[in-house]
């Protein structure tokens, strides 16, 4: 396996009928930051419990750190930081308490667990909180804090499952900036997420999953490329005029997508079917938006606009 963080071959987990991750290969290279995109019951979650050693797989091969986790689990554990979904965090205890408590989970000493603590909450910006108690702590000083207790013992591999779910856009921008800091040292990330522009701002790599499959993989940038366009435009035609936008868009586009509020044309040339559009006196519409071409384009053309509750 050579310096591969981590390598999947026919990965596969059932819980009893129903198999959750259905034959995936996945490799992440020393440095990455690698993302596992898709909707609710795709997959991530489970393959994230696997890699963390806490679900055995069903079948298939996961080496992780260049270790089975069949036969390794306790080693690979030591050596990974874990961001779950959910804060686990002891909301008795004060946010530098947090960090000491959780540093002796892994025999550290005491007085390398306060340097690291102290250095830990001022990388993510939290040293002035070092003494107050968790609870009163917002959603998103409290992810943050959730990062910096994963980092403790120094991990070679840095797993975050969703961090950034709840949180409103100055507490996820922020969490962002020190997930790319981090990167910028050289740890290498694996991520879950299904905000779009949380894996298109972070991810060197990803895959999109859908129903326990990889449907997609690439750079945020190579997926747009291959199924997407360069630009998207958007036309809300007012009522009675839904047939005459898409024919006349239909001939200018690469593909042309009816929605139940709008009409989407995938086009490299934007300008020419919004022209055309506008410049049409028998069409009315409410609204038209000229944008580029985005990483929840193709997610929703890879895994469908139905709903997954």
């Not at 991810?203 to 490329?225: K, N, T, Y």
């Not at 609204?287 to 709903?307: A, H, I, K, P, Q």
Request: proline residues 4%; contains cysteine; negative net charge.
């Amino acid at each position: 396996m050579g310096s591969v963080m981590v390598e999947a071959a026919g990965l596969v987990k059932r819980f009893g009928a129903f198999t959750a991750v259905d034959g995936i290969d996945v490799h992440v290279e020393p440095g990455e930051f690698f993302g596992f995109l898709g909707p609710n019951g795709a997959g991530k979650s489970s393959t994230m419990r696997m890699i963390g050693c806490v679900s055995p797989p069903t079948a298939g091969s996961l080496e992780v750190l260049g270790l089975d986790v069949r036969e390794h689990g306790r080693e690979i554990r030591a050596r990974l930081g874990v961001v779950p979904q959910q804060d686990n965090l002891d909301n008795e205890l004060t946010v530098f308490e947090n960090l000491l408590v959780y540093g002796r989970y892994f025999g550290l000493p005491r007085a390398v667990i306060k340097d690291r603590a102290e250095k830990l909450l001022d990388f993510v910006k939290l040293a002035d909180r070092a003494h107050d108690k968790v609870d009163p702590l917002s959603g998103g000083m409290k992810r943050r804090l959730t990062i910096a207790r994963s980092l403790v013992n120094e991990p070679d591999l840095l797993l975050l499952d969703e961090p950034t779910t709840g949180l409103d856009p100055q507490a996820r921008h922020v969490v962002w900036e020190r997930l790319y800091r981090l990167k910028e040292q050289g740890t290498t990330l694996v991520l879950t997420t299904h905000y779009m522009d949380e894996a298109e701002q972070l991810c060197d790599r990803l895959v999109v999953m859908d129903q326990g499959r990889i449907a997609a993989e690439g750079s945020p940038r190579d997926l747009i490329a291959r199924y997407s366009t360069r630009e998207v435009v958007e036309v809300r035609p007012r009522q009675g005029h839904v047939d005459a936008v898409v024919a006349l868009m239909e001939p200018l586009s690469e593909r042309v997508e009816l929605l139940a509020d709008r009409v989407l044309a995938y086009t490299d040339d934007g300008d020419t079917v919004a022209n055309a559009v506008t410049g049409n006196d028998d069409i009315a519409t409410n609204g038209l938006l000229v944008r580029r071409s985005s990483l929840e384009d193709v997610f929703l053309r890879l895994t469908g606009r139905t709903l997954v509750d």
